[in-house]
């Protein structure tokens, strides 16, 4: 089993900067692609990024791409979730989840294996 824990969400103005860290324990292993998810109270949940287990493959939303940044650091089991100018509309819970690589399309979370329990995120307007 894998466990994940993610950490630095908070409450800021819009135009301000946090930074989401998802630590991974047990039986992790580096060949892990992590994505980053997201939801909205009465919203699915949806695909905000993901980063291959090497970290040289990312791919992001729409929404966010130019104002997030994920990247991961294997010597430290953590990915790392970067986000600049945040918007009200990011307010929500984001999860960090892993998965086997060559399981399906990145950004459906069923295919992914493991999550955290979330961190929330509030952007005031």
């Known amino acids: 089993q894998v466990q994940l824990v993610e950490s630095g969400g908070g409450l800021v103005q819009a135009g301000d900067s946090l930074r989401l860290s998802c630590a991974a324990s047990g039986r992790t292993r580096n060949s892990y692609r992590t994505g980053w998810f997201r939801q909205a109270p009465g919203m699915e949940r949806e695909f905000v990024a993901a980063?291959?287990?090497?970290?040289?493959?990312?791919n992001y939303a729409d929404s966010v791409k130019g104002r997030f940044t994920i990247s991961r650091d294997n010597a430290k089991n953590t990915v790392y979730l970067q986000m600049n100018s945040l918007k009200p509309e990011d307010t929500a819970v984001y999860y960090c989840?892993?998965?086997?690589?060559?399981?399906?399309?990145?950004?459906?979370?069923?295919?992914?294996?493991?999550w955290g329990q979330g961190t929330q995120v509030t952007v005031s307007s």
């Open positions: 989840a892993a998965r086997n690589p060559q399981t399906g399309p990145v950004v459906a979370p069923g295919t992914y294996d493991y």
């Open positions: 980063i291959s287990g090497g970290g040289g493959s990312t």
